[in-house]
């Protein structure tokens, strides 16, 4: 939606929320911010952000704290849901949104010699709108929007800021007569040239949603909010190099697959077509998301191949999406030797013993029956597949502790991140969080916006749930599938080798805990080896975006 076409209220001079939207809102967000979650681990920290966000957004919104009721609660909040028409709702997020990042110190402390204030958007912020919009029952694709739509005007004010600051540089030294470095830039009619690339200013006001954050957005302030914000220092995510700190990590880096500038430059602003006319390249998100595929059955390439196909789903609204590529060769070859083991050794068996089973749907009938082999064919055959299968856990859980250690010095960024585990990926995606709630205090605030767990294949006993769900604000899935004959298969061979159980594996079934969210993919895959072609599937059956 362009500035041109938001709600009349937006259009003030101030851009400031009306306070007969103001206040219902921050009654939402009381009532939000007293409703903790009740799943172990967020009482702490959803209460000291929570407390910190209220009392920061009641002064930008100019509406005083002891003016709200003492104990909102959500159907309180409910009874407010109809002070905001529909047709408001999306210049009321865009509003709250921009407050939301604006920094509580004045700008004028950065000409005192401080340095700028950064612009915070954290996944505790986010999870602390996303529910208060929910109590006031405003659809949430209108947040998804308004991070789109903020995170582009916010670039772009930064970009023509830097710009506007290199062009009256160089008007003053051509003033004096130098032309040095400057020699190719020069001032033209509603724009400038760098490096033979025409690039507009906008020469009219920015979005009024944005109008508070003007002051913070400098030329000065520029690298500090490309780099806290979006976690563009040094190339952020897609241009991390990782030093072999652990060995046996011998492949660990991140591909961009939507977002980013030309060419994957994400400093870039804008881009020349072949027609010769200028288009603003796309923005860093607000919100990145982060895949980590796990087994390979075909090709090293296979999941980034697959993912790559399904771009549309990180597009409308726009959102920076990364693969991680980690392992790739020892993922290859555990896949590969699985495959062979579950579909010539163990289907095999089955097969004579199930009439009527089509090796190709691999039903809940079949995995029982797989489980219910012999334990010699087990002892038989199964080796090989255990010390591969354990080799590429154990690169998985490497893999994992060294994206915990990315997350905690924020190279992605001061923003949320949604993680999104499969297979493999998804036990290095739990090591992650674990390993990021052992160096935390116990009520930091978490890291992580959502995590997803396709087809996990570990069992994870309490503990261990409530250090992964620690570690994220939003939402913790455990997408399952009762089908999974490689996790049943997987789980039976510990059983008889190693003496652990199969049955508990959270890739096969419901954790039915607090604050996880449970989701059965037996409808859309039939189970393991259908995790890289049906990816696309099965993001949208957990609601990557949601």
């Avoid at 500035?3 to 009306?18: I, T, V």
């Avoid at 952020?236 to 994957?264: C, H, M, P, S, T």
């Avoid at 190709?360 to 597949?385: H, N």
């Amino acid at each position: 939606m362009s500035a041109s076409n938001l709600p009349s209220f937006s259009n003030n001079a101030d851009g400031r929320l009306p306070k007969e939207y103001a206040f219902p809102f921050l009654i939402a967000a009381k009532a939000a911010v007293l409703d903790s979650p009740k799943w172990s681990g967020s009482n702490g920290w959803w209460q000291n952000e929570g407390n910190r966000w209220l009392e920061s957004m009641s002064l930008k919104l100019d509406v005083p704290l002891d003016s709200l009721p003492s104990n909102p609660t959500p159907l309180d909040a409910a009874h407010f849901a109809h002070s905001i028409p529909p047709s408001e709702h999306h210049a009321t997020v865009l509003s709250l949104l921009s407050a939301c990042l604006l920094p509580s110190a004045s700008p004028s402390k950065a000409k005192q010699g401080n340095p700028p204030a950064p612009l915070n958007y954290t996944p505790a912020t986010r999870a602390l709108l996303w529910y208060s919009l929910s109590l006031l029952q405003i659809p949430h694709e209108h947040l998804l929007a308004a991070e789109d739509h903020v995170s582009q005007g916010l670039y772009t004010e930064l970009k023509n800021a830097e710009i506007k600051a290199k062009s009256e540089a160089a008007r003053k030294e051509q003033a004096e007569g130098w032309g040095g470095k400057w020699g190719r830039l020069a001032a033209t009619v509603g724009g400038v040239i760098i490096g033979g690339v025409a690039i507009g200013m906008t020469g009219g006001l920015a979005a009024p949603a944005l109008l508070p954050l003007l002051p913070f957005l400098t030329a000065g302030s520029a690298p500090i909010v490309l780099g806290t914000l979006f976690g563009l220092t040094g190339g952020g995510l897609a241009g991390l190099r990782v030093n072999k700190r652990w060995a046996g990590v011998d492949v660990f880096d991140f591909v961009q697959i939507v977002g980013g500038g030309e060419d994957g430059d994400p400093d870039s602003v804008a881009q020349k077509t072949d027609t010769g006319s200028v288009e603003k390249a796309q923005a860093p998100s607000l919100v990145a998301t982060i895949i980590i595929p796990g087994l390979l059955i075909e090709r090293e390439t296979e999941a980034l191949d697959n993912l790559r196909a399904c771009t549309e789903l990180f597009s409308a609204p726009r959102r920076d999406t990364f693969i991680l590529n980690h392992s790739p060769q020892e993922m290859l070859s555990a896949g590969k030797t699985l495959h062979n083991w579950v579909m010539n050794k163990l289907l095999g068996k089955v097969k004579g013993k199930i009439k009527g089973e089509i090796i190709k749907r691999v039903a809940l009938s079949t995995v029982y029956g797989v489980v219910a082999l012999p334990i010699s064919i087990y002892q038989t055959t199964g080796m090989v597949v255990d010390n591969e299968w354990i080799r590429a856990c154990d690169r998985a859980k490497k893999a994992g502790r060294l994206l915990a250690e990315v997350l905690r010095t924020k190279v992605q960024g001061d923003r949320p991140v949604v993680l999104v585990g499969v297979s493999l990926g998804a036990l290095a995606l739990f090591e992650a969080l674990t390993t990021i709630a052992e160096h935390s205090a116990s009520e930091a605030s978490p890291l992580v916006d959502t995590a997803i767990f396709i087809s996990l294949p570990a069992a994870p006993g309490d503990d261990e749930w409530k250090k992964a769900r620690s570690s994220v604000s939003r939402r913790l899935v455990n997408a399952y599938c009762t089908t999974d004959l490689v996790l049943a298969g997987v789980g039976r061979l510990h059983e008889v080798l190693g003496g652990g159980g199969w049955s508990d594996m959270a890739g096969l079934r419901p954790m039915e805990r607090e604050g996880i969210e449970d989701v059965d993919l037996s409808d859309v895959i039939d189970g393991h080896f259908e995790l890289n072609p049906k990816i696309k599937d099965i993001l949208e059956a957990v609601g990557v975006n949601d």
